[in-house]
């Protein structure tokens, strides 16, 4: 069996790649799919007295809407799109310099190793450092008083809505880049060249070939990023002051005072924000783009 490149690929026989699909299926429905299932269940149970009531009950679901927690989820809801649009539009012109504009492999090579060090750090030390640079006594409203630009520190910068979404920005944006530029690295040069000699301008060849392309890393950077803001909890926390409540947060809170059915029916909650967003996702894609475009060279 060959590839398009001409080179021989391996391929497994019928029988041993059956049993590794189903192997693959199994397991990731035992470590995945049954855990979430479980959560929802737990959901329709009650606490008492710090001890788990196995009955069946809709007290925790009415409770929630009595309380008005749904203006949490709306809110966690426009936080997480925000964000990722925002995280997009910073993302996508970044990864195509650095798959394409970039000509040393050295400082491409140290730019994908400096946007990987955010995974290796906790994420409550990296926030809380923004505390010291944006606070009242802070670094940029001290500066700005020096300067002479601002009579009276800037109140907003921390603890407020702006303060979080900045935390955010910061803390997701190697998700949103890594998906656009591996799509991005495929696009064959011939291509892009191919475009210019046939007198195609720099921002046709963007929209008419490079965008199209990239659209799979772009769909997968914003997946990368929203699933995990739809349960960010450190942000809100840090930067929040109290001033701003997600879903994240109130997970936390519910897993505190170990009322597991609340944190449960907020995670259900999350889950079936998820998998609406990606089934919406892919009714609006259909016909026009496969998601497993992305392991393909485009220069095909």
């Known amino acids: 069996m060959t590839t398009f490149s001409g080179q021989r690929k391996l391929a497994l026989p019928k029988t041993a790649s059956g049993w590794f699909t189903l192997v693959f299926l199994s397991g990731w429905v035992g470590i995945v799919l049954v ?3 479980i959560i929802s269940v737990f959901s329709f149970f009650s606490i008492k007295q710090y001890q788990m009531v196995f009955e069946p009950t809709l007290a925790t679901w009415s409770g929630l809407f009595e309380s008005g927690r749904w203006v949490v989820v709306a809110r966690t809801l426009q936080f997480a799109v925000t964000v990722t649009i925002i995280e997009l539009l910073l993302a996508f012109p970044f990864a195509l310099w650095l798959a ?7 400082v491409r090579a140290l730019i994908i190793t400096l946007l990987t060090i955010p995974f290796f750090l906790d994420a409550s030390s990296r926030i809380i450092v923004w505390r010291s640079i944006l606070g009242t006594n802070g670094v940029i409203n001290t500066l700005l008083m020096n300067a ?3 009579d009276q520190p800037i109140t907003w910068l921390l603890y407020s809505g702006f303060a979080v979404h900045f935390g955010m920005i910061g803390s997701y944006y190697p998700s949103a880049v890594f998906p656009i530029f591996l799509t991005i690295s495929l696009i064959d040069d011939d291509l892009i060249k191919a475009s210019a000699d046939l007198g195609a301008s720099a921002r046709q060849t963007l929209f ?9 890393g772009i769909i997968g950077g914003a997946i990368f990023t929203m699933v995990p803001l739809m349960a960010a909890w450190v942000e809100p926390q840090l930067l929040g002051g ?5 879903l994240g947060q109130s997970i936390q809170s519910a897993l505190s ?5 609340v944190a449960a029916a907020l995670s259900t909650i999350v889950i079936a924000i998820l998998i609406l967003l990606l089934s919406l ?7 026009r783009m496969n998601m497993a475009s992305i392991f393909q060279n485009h220069g095909h």
């Open 148 to 150: 002479g630009l601002i």
């Open 100 to 106: 394409k504009g970039c000509r040393s492999d050295r």
């Open 208 to 216: 008419n070939i490079i965008l199209p392309l990239a659209m799979p």
């Open 257 to 261: 005072n170990l009322n597991y059915p």
């Open 281 to 287: 996702l892919t009714l609006s894609l259909r016909g």
């Open 242 to 246: 109290g001033q701003v409540n997600l």
């Open 35 to 37: 855990p979430l299932l």
